[in-house]
Antibody, heavy 118, light 108 residues
Framework: QVQLEQSGVEVKKPGASVKVSCKASGYTFTNYDISWVRQAPGKGLEWMGRISTYTGHTLYAQNLQDRVTVTTDTSTTTAYMDLRSLRSDDTAIYYC???????????WGQGTLVTVSS | EIVLTQSPGTLSLSPGERVTLSCRASQSVPSNYLAWYKQKPGLPPRLLIFGASSRATGIPNRFSGSGSGTDFSLTITRLEPEDFAVYFCQQYGTSPRTFGQGTKLEIK
């Protein structure tokens, strides 16, 4: 069965960086693309960006493109989301999610809480 | 960027009732690439509907989606206790992918 296992809770100071991982299993890794979606406490969902696991092509939300990088390691079937210059309003649960032919998300990771606080 | 506006913000209903949630887009959603999700506290969203009207795998037929262009809706017939949650719409026809702000369905 498809599983997306994310890394654990992170606590960071403003200005730091965080790297969240998403280990995929139960399917052919390069058959699905990976997006990252975040959710601030008690708020809605925000799409951050995506990567084609087949070509490596990335697409980012314009408001984050200067601070976020999404990568994959096909040898370990793991995706990574790197967010730099963290601010307090980056405090959120970060989810990875996979999509096939179009970016609707059938499968999600369990989420990683990232707290940014001085 | 396509802005999705969901209404109402909160609905108080009883099990067994029928409900229709609305999602309005600021511009036409290409190819009606509109999805609906349900989210319970502490869990990731669960896909219900894609392509405006196609049910995802394992979703009961009391859930149905409709609409096109800028106006979309999700209907749940005969609410079950597990249906009380927050519902989000999402467009994936253009970048950035965007979500509505959510409609909370609560038990009256």
């Amino acid at each position: 069965q498809v599983q997306l296992e994310q890394s654990g809770v992170e606590v960071k100071k403003p200005g730091a960086s965080v790297k969240v991982s998403c280990k995929a299993s139960g399917y052919t890794f390069t058959n699905y693309d990976i997006s990252w979606v975040r959710q601030a406490p008690g708020k809605g969902l925000e799409w951050m960006g995506r990567i084609s696991t087949y070509t490596g092509h990335t697409l980012y939300a314009q408001n984050l493109q200067d601070r976020v990088t999404v990568t994959t390691d096909t040898s370990t079937t793991t995706a990574y989301m790197d967010l730099r210059s963290l601010r307090s309003d980056d405090t959120a649960i970060y989810y990875c999610a996979i999509s096939r032919s179009a970016d609707y998300f059938q499968y999600w990771g369990q989420g990683t809480l990232v707290t940014v606080s001085s | 960027e396509i802005v999705l506006t969901q209404s109402p913000g909160t609905l108080s209903l009883s099990p067994g009732e029928r409900v229709t949630l609305s999602c309005r887009a600021s511009q036409s959603v290409p190819s009606n690439y509109l999805a609906w999700y349900k989210q319970k506290p502490g869990l990731p969203p669960r896909l219900l509907i894609f392509g405006a009207s196609s049910r995802a795998t394992g979703i009961p037929n009391r859930f149905s989606g409709s609409g096109s262009g800028t106006d979309f809706s999700l209907t749940i017939t005969r609410l079950e206790p597990e249906d009380f949650a927050v519902y989000f719409c999402q467009q994936y026809g253009t970048s950035p992918r965007t979500f509505g702000q959510g409609t909370k369905l609560e038990i009256k």
